[in-house]
């Protein structure tokens, strides 16, 4: 078992059982142990008011930094605090350390595979606007897809699923 380093930083996954997430985790770890870290992880389980309640507890014990797997719900005044020792993912937050995906780019070039095969009616799952991190990034990216008259359909019968 390791020995209690003085340097701590909080790992926040929305699930513990994400393996997109765990996947990440898994590449953050030797970097954080070569700097003398020792990572704590909590999950948030999708809800803000849990993610408040571990940055509170956070906060109370001293905790150097926080990687926090952002989501819908989030907001920039809960994370006021940590705002120079956090690092957001997947959703991009003015004046945050953020890394996120190129979900407007992934899906220029889906299409456009796509389109270059020939395909011209196209569905897709469809992902509600206020889910920032899925559904407004597609959103934004469909307008210029359209241009190439390709008829984007979502499929609202996944909508009430999410």
Known sequence: MRGQSDKVVAI??????SLSENLAV??????????????????????????????GVLKRRN????????????TEEMLA???????LLARDAKGFA???YDDEGAIKILMQRLYDQGHRNI???GVPHSDVTTGEATSRSLPGVSAK????I?????????
Request: charged residues 10%.
């Open 12 to 17: 926040i996954v929305t699930r513990l059982d």
């Open 26 to 55: 898994q590449t953050m770890l030797p970097a954080f142990y070569e700097q003398g870290y020792d990572p704590i992880m909590m999950e948030s389980q999708f809800s803000p008011q849990l993610v408040a309640e571990h940055l």
């Open 63 to 74: 905790i150097d930094g926080v990687v926090l797997f952002g989501f819908t719900g989030i």
């Open 81 to 87: 605090h940590w705002q120079s020792s956090l690092v």
């Open 98 to 100: 953020s890394v996120c």
């Open 123 to 125: 569905s897709y799952l």
């Open 149 to 152: 008259r390709i008829n984007c």
């Open 154 to 162: 979502p499929l609202p019968l996944c909508q009430g699923l999410l």
